[in-house]
Nanobody
């Protein structure tokens, strides 16, 4: 069993930065692939970024490539999403997710555990 708690969301102006954190618990968490997804009202939850268990492999949605960076600290049981050059279209609830396979995954169905989400609002 893995529990995930996101934090770090908030209101920021366009062009600004935010760093989201995801605190994970669970005995074998360090073996999980991790991902960040986001969702706006009326739309499906969409993939943002993913990282494998060691942190050596990452993958990003085209819409955030070059602006967002996913990272993890297995010793601290943390996953991060550094977001820069934020745009109003980045406004969403951001979710952290864990997949029991150790690699990285782009699809929602690959993930076994989800956090409760944290709101990010980017004003123009």
């Amino acid at each position: 069993q893995v529990q995930l708690v996101e934090s770090g969301g908030g209101l920021v102006q366009a062009g600004g930065s935010l760093k989201l954190s995801c605190a994970a618990s669970g005995r074998t968490w360090g073996r999980y692939g991790m991902g960040w997804f986001r969702q706006t009202p009326g739309k499906e939850r969409e993939f943002v970024a993913t990282i494998n268990w060691s942190g050596g492999s990452t993958y990003y949605a085209d819409s955030v490539k070059g602006r967002f960076t996913i990272s993890r600290d297995n010793a601290k049981n943390m996953v991060y999403l550094q977001m820069i050059s934020l745009k109003p279209e980045d406004t969403a609830v951001y979710y952290c997710a864990a997949a029991s396979g150790g690699t990285y995954y782009l699809t929602r169905t690959a993930y076994d555990y989800w956090g409760q989400g944290t709101q990010v609002t980017v004003s123009s």
